[in-house]
């Protein structure tokens, strides 16, 4: 992972891909509008709409959802897709909300692109709730949801070909070209045609035996001769990412025991100069692992260990092949980043997935696809990410995060990596010396195929109770 210190919307190309939800058969009433396909479901939940405004500079798509159920929903289970078409340019875009009942604060936005584009629809905004939203009673409404979007330019944008957008829609009323979920089941609403979800959800073996890495990291400490034996290296030459001036140090890896199971821990730590940094990275020395499943459980941590808190620091696991010329198109990178307190512009906690084709890093160029959330990601997480012949697709405990287009696929075989690094020391000027923690439970990859994360899991706890604590059956490329 290499250089990030510029602004994020100078280097991200915004777009996630996810498979969209298609409604179910049954409803009641449509509006007159709707496409004639369009059947949303009398499930649980409605969705109503109200376009807020119908300027160029904005989207505006009001909702409310309704508990049309005979018991309690917890809004944190509920998900919502508004499907719009892309501008000249596939720009990236920004998600905000002005007002809601539940509190701005309890709502989250992220984008993401079809699988199967159609003339109104390429991407969608998918509104999510934290735990803090509270449940649905029966026959209650959320109330309004006053949410908007805008380029990251902050050019003009198109709402007339969009497939959600309701230019009339000056009340709220039933509106099925919003799709909702309820626990991953599509509950209402039709999504543009083509996309319905392709994503198993249901808990299977996993696939037949394939060219697999595990390691469940139970090292002793940095310098254990295991963890070179078994194609690792613990990072100590000097340059980016991060700080400039900033040292790789090996000894700030440790392992310890968590839940029963040895952890391996990054820690990082500074005192607000280039020369008190301290950064961690373990990789893989060998750069072999290309299509397949990659996975990792990963402890992310928003408060520092001790100290001050406050850094601009990215907590990370990815896969990465070098850059062998500016702009050169067999570059590959694919991300999980998580920002505990923000940085890239972003004034608080987000995490991405990105999905990168290739960079130029003077004058600086990017070519990629990413997925955002801003929410605290504090504690563990399974993180999955799979590449086949058609997609890169991104999972967080077990759930869809963003699916990138087939345009990032690599084209050369990657390293694994794991680091924790400062991006810059603007978010506090203490010079109190502090420390953070990332921690990784194990990491996992299976070549050339692609597992569902309940798969992922079921391969983990099958090492675990054979007693394998590393495998690598991966063949050099």
């Excluded at 649980?44 to 300027?55: F, I």
């Excluded at 968590?258 to 820690?267: F, P």
Aim: net charge negative.
């Amino acid at each position: 992972m290499r250089r990030k210190t510029l602004t994020r919307s100078a280097k991200r190309s915004l777009t996630c891909a996810v498979a969209a939800a298609l409604g179910c058969a049954g409803l009641l009433a449509l509006p007159s509008n709707a496409p004639a396909a369009a059947a949303a479901a009398a499930g649980d939940l409605t969705v109503q709409y109200h376009a807020g405004a119908t300027g160029s500079d904005q989207a505006e798509p009001w909702l409310k959802v309704k508990n049309t159920g005979g018991s309690s929903v917890a809004l944190s289970g509920v998900k919502l897709r508004y499907y719009f078409k892309s501008d000249a340019g596939s720009p990236s875009y920004r998600f905000a909300c002005s007002w809601a009942v539940k509190g701005c604060g309890n709502v989250t936005g992220t984008f993401g692109t079809l699988a199967h584009p159609t003339a109104t629809a390429d991407r969608y905004l998918e509104i999510g709730f934290t735990s803090g939203a509270g449940s649905l009673a029966a026959g209650a409404d959320t109330g309004d949801l006053q949410l908007r979007f805008h380029r990251a330019d902050w050019q003009p944008l198109t709402q007339s070909d969009d497939y959600s957008f309701g230019a009339d829609r000056s009340t709220y009323a039933n509106w099925p070209k919003v799709t909702a979920q309820l626990e991953g089941s599509t509950v209402w609403g039709t999504a543009p045609e083509g996309n319905d979800p392709t994503d198993p959800t249901d808990p299977t073996d996993p696939p037949g035996d394939g060219a697999t890495l595990f390691d469940d990291f139970t090292y002793s400490a940095y310098n254990d001769p295991k963890i070179s034996a078994n194609g690792w290296n613990v990072r100590s030459n000097s340059g980016g990412p991060g700080v400039p001036g900033a040292t790789w140090d090996p000894s700030n890896v440790t392992f310890a025991s968590s839940g029963g199971n040895t952890v391996m821990n990054l820690e990082t730590s500074t005192a607000g100069t280039g020369a008190s940094t301290e950064q961690t990275e373990v990789l893989t020395k060998a750069m072999k692992f290309k299509n397949g499943t990659y996975a990792a459980r990963v402890k992310f941590s928003d408060a520092p260990r001790s100290g001050p808190d406050g850094d601009h620091l990215v907590q990370t696991f990815f896969t990465i092949n070098d850059l062998k010329a500016p702009m050169a198109d067999d570059y590959a990178e694919y991300d999980f980043e998580y920002l505990p307190n923000g940085g890239w512009g972003e004034a608080s906690n987000i995490l991405y997935t990105t999905s990168w084709e290739t960079y130029n890093p003077d004058p600086w160029q990017a070519v990629n696809q990413h997925t955002e959330s801003r929410q605290s990601y504090a504690g563990w997480h399974d993180l999955v990410l799979t590449i086949d012949g058609s997609s890169i697709r991104y999972y967080v405990d077990g759930q869809l995060f963003g699916t990138h287009d087939a345009a990032y696929l690599p084209e050369r075989p990657m390293s694994i990596n794991f680091n924790q690094w400062l991006i810059d020391l603007a978010g506090q000027s203490s010079t109190t010396p502090r420390s953070y923690d990332q921690q990784v439970d194990y990491v996992l990859h299976v070549k050339d195929q692609v597992l569902t994360p309940a798969q992922v899991s079921a391969k983990v706890t099958g090492y675990r109770a054979a007693g394998t604590a590393f495998e690598d059956t991966v063949p050099s490329a």
